[in-house]
């Protein structure tokens, strides 16, 4: 690994070179063979005070890791910025379970809540002029590389969890255009719903509480789904016809889903689907934090 070596605040000397004996590198020559070096220029830049501690768990260390600062661009000379506010936990050693804990107590003491957009992701988005990623939709489950029926659980319950979090970040965000994220948030709600209903053969299921967090949650997120059909396609169409559209007064009263999403109920909720992968070591996520 190299570094990069600067002094005051003038952007370092820096070469593609650098990485030429890192996987990423020899990935970037591959995509680029013919790439000019003096083509390549700053997209984003971040400007981020880190603070670390190492946290002793039942198993092993964690390393807290608070980010504050911005991600900016500067286009034509016209900056534009996002703040930035989270908190990593990251194993260092142990069981991956001592992770979901420690965000569980976080959700709890503290109102934390889930993002899975990595600082990267928000810089690129703001160098393209985008406030969010596209929906995430979902993919097909390969079972190919599964040998035991460990593993399938496992990408089934990793599947809807990677079409659940995404867009479950992009509500957390505020986003004003969420119709088809919420949507998509919806459906791998109701495909996990439906695994989990095989695999309670399995004696894999969620608490009394996640069941009750997550049979709400889906029905409140239905009535948005319902308004934004009705005021985005249905009444519309209605008018087109010289028809008379539908009264949704009641609807539009709804606040937005960020604060049904960003609820200690949903929140734990997720940190318990995520724990379901972990087979036993799930059984220890409880409420001695």
Not at 117 to 127: F, I, T
Not at 142 to 171: D, K, R, Y
Not at 209 to 232: M, Q
Request: aromatic fraction near 6%; charge should be neutral; glycine fraction near 6%.
């Amino acid at each position: 690994m190299s570094f990069l070596e600067s002094r005051g605040g003038a952007i370092p000397h820096w070469s593609i070179d650098y990485h030429r004996d890192h996987q990423a590198g020899m990935l970037l020559r591959q995509a680029l063979p013919n790439l000019p070096i003096e083509d390549l220029g700053i997209r984003y830049q971040t400007d981020i005070w880190r603070r670390k501690a190492l946290v002793k768990t039942r198993t092993g260390v964690l390393e807290y890791a608070l980010d504050e600062g911005s991600i900016y661009v500067n286009t034509d000379g016209v900056v534009r910025s996002k703040p930035v506010q989270e908190l990593e936990i990251e194993l260092k050693e142990g069981q991956s379970i001592d992770v979901l804990r420690h965000a569980q107590s976080m959700i709890k003491r503290f109102k934390a809540y889930l993002d899975t957009c990595s600082k990267s992701e928000r810089g690129y988005l703001l160098a393209c002029g985008h406030e969010v990623s596209p929906p995430t939709r979902a993919s097909a489950i390969g079972l190919n590389g599964a040998s035991t029926t460990s593993e399938i659980i496992n990408l089934m319950i990793h599947s809807c969890a990677g079409q659940i979090l995404p867009n479950q970040s992009v509500l957390n965000a505020e986003y004003a255009g969420y119709a088809e994220h919420l949507h998509q948030l919806r459906v791998g709600l109701r495909r996990l719903k439906t695994i989990l209903k095989y695999l309670s053969r399995y004696h894999i299921v969620l608490s009394d509480a996640g069941k009750n967090s997550l049979d709400e949650v889906f029905k409140k997120l239905g009535e948005y789904r319902d308004d934004n059909f009705i005021s985005g396609v249905l009444n519309p169409l209605l008018i087109s016809h010289n028809g008379s559209p539908v009264d949704i007064k009641a609807a539009q009263t709804l606040p937005h889903p960020k604060f049904l999403i960003q609820s200690n109920a949903f929140q734990l909720l997720l940190i318990e689907i995520m724990s379901l992968s972990l087979g036993s070591a799930s059984q220890s996520l409880d409420d001695k934090n």
